[in-house]
Nanobody
């Protein structure tokens, strides 16, 4: 059974940085995608970034492009999301997920972490 554990969330002021980690364990397929999603109160879960282990392709939504960077350490089965220049509107619970298809659509991801809270406050 695949398990994902996120960490790295916290409180930060606008303009600050955080690095989220997503550690995977269990029966992971050889080629898969790891996505980062976020969900603010009252909002739908949105995909903001993903990385494909097959070809290394990375994607960023317009909201985070240029500020967030996704990376992978295959030896540690860990995917990171470096978040710089954080804004108040980045406040949300952040989730990582694993699935067979690189996409921002949540339903295509079968395994999810428990989420980590990111709060950007003035």
């Amino acid at each position: 059974q695949v398990q994902l554990v996120e960490s790295g969330g916290g409180l930060v002021q606008p303009g600050g940085s955080l690095r989220l980690s997503c550690v995977a364990s269990g029966g992971i397929q050889r080629d898969y995608a790891v996505g980062w999603f976020r969900q603010a109160p009252g909002e739908e879960r949105e995909g903001i970034s993903y990385i494909s282990t097959k070809d290394g392709h990375k994607y960023y939504s317009d909201d985070v492009k240029g500020r967030f960077t996704i990376s992978r350490d295959s030896a540690r089965n860990t995917v990171y999301l470096q978040m710089n220049s954080l804004k108040v509107e980045d406040t949300a619970v952040y989730y990582c997920a694993i699935g067979p298809v690189p996409t921002t659509i949540p339903k295509f991801y079968a395994h999810w972490g428990q989420g980590t809270q990111v709060t950007v406050f003035l």
